[in-house]
Nanobody, 118 residues
Framework: QVQLVESGGGLVQAGGSLRLSCVAS????????MNWFRQAPGTEREFVAS????????DYADSVKGRFTISRDNAKNTVYLRMNSLQPDDTAVYYC???????????WGQGTQVTVSS
């Protein structure tokens, strides 16, 4: 059973940085794309960044390009989201997501709150 556990959220001032972690367990993730999504109050969940576990190829939402970096540590089965130059608009619950490239099955973590004060 796939389990995703996020951590690293918190309260930070505008211009600050945070690093989110997502520990993945339950299977081998080489056939998955790992994603970060976020959801602010009253809005739909939106894509933030993705990384192909096998190839390491990454993709980003335009709103975070140049500020956020997604990476993975194969030995630790962990995906990271480094967030720099945070702004109040980045305030949201951030969710880790794993999508199977063959079946398209998706798994979600419980989310971690990021709050950026102005």
């Amino acid at each position: 059973q796939v389990q995703l556990v996020e951590s690293g959220g918190g309260l930070v001032q505008a211009g600050g940085s945070l690093r989110l972690s997502c520990v993945a367990s339950g299977r081998t993730f080489s056939g998955y794309v790992m994603n970060w999504f976020r959801q602010a109050p009253g809005t739909e969940r939106e894509f933030v960044a993705s990384i192909n576990w096998r190839s390491g190829n990454t993709d980003y939402a335009d709103s975070v390009k140049g500020r956020f970096t997604i990476s993975r540590d194969n030995a630790k089965n962990t995906v990271y989201l480094r967030m720099n130059s945070l702004q109040p608009d980045d305030t949201a619950v951030y969710y880790c997501n794993a999508r199977n490239l063959v079946t398209n099955q998706r798994h979600w973590g419980q989310g971690t709150q990021v709050t950026v004060s102005s």
